[in-house]
């Protein structure tokens, strides 16, 4: 809705005699719509002319929201078997690459984990010779079936027992092929397995923490959402690939470009969806949480648009001020439409947009105010 703004404008020049010039506008019959003007006072106005555009106008719809995280971009980082933590630099906010290092544990299961699989190693190569033995001579029937069966049995047994051990380790970020008997380390990295940023730190130094305890949340910022919620009626009108314009409240100018890539199908209790948006190019200081506003773009119409401020608002109805002729502005009635940034469509009278036609762009609630003094 546009506003109605009071302007007085001194519009005065001096003379040599030191009285006051009348301005030029002359009651004259049937020019009560008329406006005439000197140079300065067109100046001192700020008067500015110029022609109708034509513009690709969208329509909207104004939904609200807030940014969201996918389950998959949002991680928990836990310590597999436990342990105390031995020390982190990580707060919230953070910055992770995948891989990196962001604590360190330690626990005596960790030294005995490391044993058993060296103690694993070394039994299995004496065993793999046993089995090769036993294999050799019952095929040349120098021992019996059940022997070799035994050996075959503790073999693959102690196989299964020195992969799991493998896996254990791995798990717990130790790699198996670094250890030896001169090397077992007490203590075991957490390593990020996502880019992005620390959210939330559960723990600190000292603290002991079970296998269900979440240390940290993880999230990764490539593919963060925004949620809108739309009204039932407006849900038939939303489409995947739709453009959506996002700002926020605290920094209306900032606009966000996203579209839309998700609709939902459920309806909440207030008989609204949700729709998901990517953002084109996401801007690291929003925070998944941060309520935002956004202008989903629904329609595309091609108009005769001026800009807003060519049109005044007065008893009700929308003017504009045609040029007409030499210093002349002549105020007609129009219809107003859709309006997208400064621009507004405007629906003229019969006759009322004739070629090369000028109207009045900046200034008009100057010239209002004139005619209005000038009816008085």
């Known amino acids: 809705m546009k506003r109605i703004y009071y302007i007085i404008i001194m519009l005065a020049s001096s003379s040599c005699g030191g009285r006051t010039a009348e301005p030029e506008s002359v009651d004259h ?4 719509n008329i406006v005439s003007l000197t140079e300065e006072q067109i100046k001192t106005a700020g008067i500015v002319t110029g022609a109708i555009e034509q513009r690709d106008l969208s329509t909207a719809i104004r939904l609200n929201g807030r940014i969201d995280v996918p389950p998959q971009n949002l991680v928990s980082v836990s310590a597999p078997l436990g342990g105390y933590l031995m020390s982190t630099e990580i707060l919230p906010g953070t910055p992770v690459k995948r891989g990196q290092i962001i ?12 044993q058993d699989y060296l103690s694993s190693r070394i039994r299995l190569n004496l065993l793999e010779r046993e089995y090769q033995r036993q294999k050799v001579l019952n095929s040349e029937k120098a021992s019996s079936d059940k022997i070799w069966e035994q050996a075959d049995a503790e073999y693959r047994n102690e196989q299964v027992r020195f992969t799991a051990l493998n896996e254990k380790l791995r798990l717990v970020g130790i790699d198996p092929n670094n250890l030896s008997e001169t090397r077992i380390s007490r203590v075991i990295p957490i390593r990020s397995p996502i880019d992005g940023f620390v959210s939330k730190v559960n723990v600190n130094i000292g603290k002991y923490v079970m296998p269900t305890d979440v240390m940290f949340e993880l999230i990764n910022s490539d593919d963060i959402h925004l949620a809108l919620k739309v009204f039932e009626r407006d849900l038939e009108k ?19 470009m996203c579209k839309v890539v998700l609709i939902g199908r459920d309806l909440s209790a207030d008989r609204n969806a949700e729709v998901h948006c990517h953002f084109e190019s996401y ?89 209005k003094n000038k009816s008085e």
Request: hydrophobic share 40%.
């Open 103 to 114: 604590a360190m544990m330690e626990d005596q299961q960790y030294i005995q984990l490391q």
């Open 283 to 371: 801007d690291k200081r929003l925070v998944p949480g941060t309520y935002m506003n956004a202008d989903v773009l629904v329609k595309t119409i091609r108009a005769s648009v001026l800009p807003s401020d060519a049109l005044v608002l007065y008893d009700g109805h929308q003017y504009v001020f045609k040029v007409a002729g030499g210093r002349r502005f002549e105020i007609m009635e129009v219809g107003s439409g859709e309006s997208e940034g400064n621009f507004t469509e405007v629906k003229m009278p019969a006759n009322g947009n004739l070629p090369d036609t000028l109207f009045v762009t900046q200034g008009a609630y100057s010239l209002l105010m004139m005619m």
């Open 29 to 32: 019959p049937g020019e009560e």
């Open 238 to 256: 939303i489409y995947v690939g739709q453009s959506v314009i996002a700002y926020t409240n605290n920094d209306s100018d900032r606009k966000y």
